[in-house]
Nanobody, 127 residues
Framework: QVQVVESGGGSVQAGGSLRLSCTAS????????MGWFRQAPGQEREGVSC????????NYADSMKGRFTISRDNAKNTLYLQMNSLTPDDTAMYYC????????????????????WGQGTQVTVSS
């Protein structure tokens, strides 16, 4: 049974940083591209970032470029998201996802694209 578990969320002031982590079990981690989505209250889920199996290729939504960094440690079955220069607009539930292929699909930002989802970790940024 595949399990994806996020951690590291919390409350931070604007301009601050947080690092999210995600551990995956029940799958061969380096067979999967991994990613992050987020969902703010009253809004649809949006793709944040995707990283391929080898970490040699990463993708970001435009609003996260330059502020967020995705990385992975295949030896630890762990995915990370370093978030810097946070603003109140970044307040959302953040979800770790696994795609059933080793490379980020062209549709990686679409909510139908991932095969597995975690339960989410809340990030709250205050002004």
């Amino acid at each position: 049974q595949v399990q994806v578990v996020e951690s590291g969320g919390g409350s931070v002031q604007a301009g601050g940083s947080l690092r999210l982590s995600c551990t995956a079990s029940g799958l061969v981690f380096d067979d999967y591209a991994m990613g992050w989505f987020r969902q703010a209250p009253g809004q649809e889920r949006e793709g944040v970032s995707c990283i391929n199996w080898s970490a040699h290729n990463t993708n970001y939504a435009d609003s996260m470029k330059g502020r967020f960094t995705i990385s992975r440690d295949n030896a630890k079955n762990t995915l990370y998201l370093q978030m810097n220069s946070l603003t109140p607009d970044d307040t959302a539930m953040y979800y770790c996802v696994a795609y059933a292929e080793p490379y980020c699909p062209s549709s990686w930002v679409r909510a139908f694209s991932p095969n597995y989802w975690g339960q989410g970790t809340q990030v709250t940024v205050s002004s």
